[in-house]
DNA sequence: AGAATATATAACTATATGTTCATATATATC
DNA sequence: GATATATATGAACATATAGTTATATATTCT
């Protein structure tokens, strides 16, 4: 692989990572893995603007992270994979076992 | 979990994916996943400034991504935990499968 | 001690991003 | 068709972040 088009992968790979990089986003996607959910739901169980939660959506949508189905006036969206949230939780995990580790290494230095 | 606690969670986790969502730190980790690496040595491969890596491995550092291992007037580099990379590869995954799909609708659409 | 090498950091600039308010668009209901 | 409801979007602002240059710190070598 040539390295312009490793480092267009890598430079791709790091707009979809963004995409995780706000608190607000993993707690959207933290409820569409329990299942689909309307704007106006999200909006009303996260306490956020609607068209704050409008916005994240729109941005997820477009890198791919969710998909949106329209019934009537509302707009249904979802997961588009159920890797992503697996992959954050995988990385919660490694935070939480380091948080434990520190904190283990704090007690056995009292 | 309160819901105070649980936004907290996702506020410190969002800031540990952020380090994450950049082309240079993941071309750094790319790097890593082979094995421990020295400030200058990443200069050199990656053709980076040395200022900007060191700035993005103290980020790195303070984050708990990585360990740093001094041996004379060298600093030396790892991922601190493989899983890491692992999240990393399963979302670069996710994203190629989205591509070759649109890919394929695209054909398909001719 | 002084020079050379390796790494870190401070100051600065440019750019990107999140949030909010106001408004636009789209659909349903009367 | 007018009104209400649901969602999207544009403008504006504040903040965060990456990159660069210059410099500081630390270590090795002569």
């Known amino acids: 692989m040539e390295e312009i088009e490793r480092v267009a992968i890598y430079r791709l790979h ?18 569409l893995v329990k299942g689909e959910r309307s704007v106006s739901e999200l909006v009303e169980r996260l306490g956020l603007q609607q068209a704050n939660v409008s916005k994240h ?25 159920a890797r ?17 580790r520190q904190h283990n290494l704090a007690n056995r230095a009292e």
């Open 84 to 100: 992503i949230f697996e992959a954050i939780k995988m990385l919660m995990q490694v935070q939480a076992d380091q948080f434990e």
């Open 14 to 31: 790091a707009q979809f990572c963004k995409t995780l990089s706000d608190a607000n986003r993993l707690l959207i996607m933290a409820e």
């Open 57 to 81: 959506l729109a941005l997820m949508r477009d890198r791919g992270l969710v998909t949106m189905r329209r019934e009537g006036a509302s707009a249904y969206y979802s997961l588009s994979d």
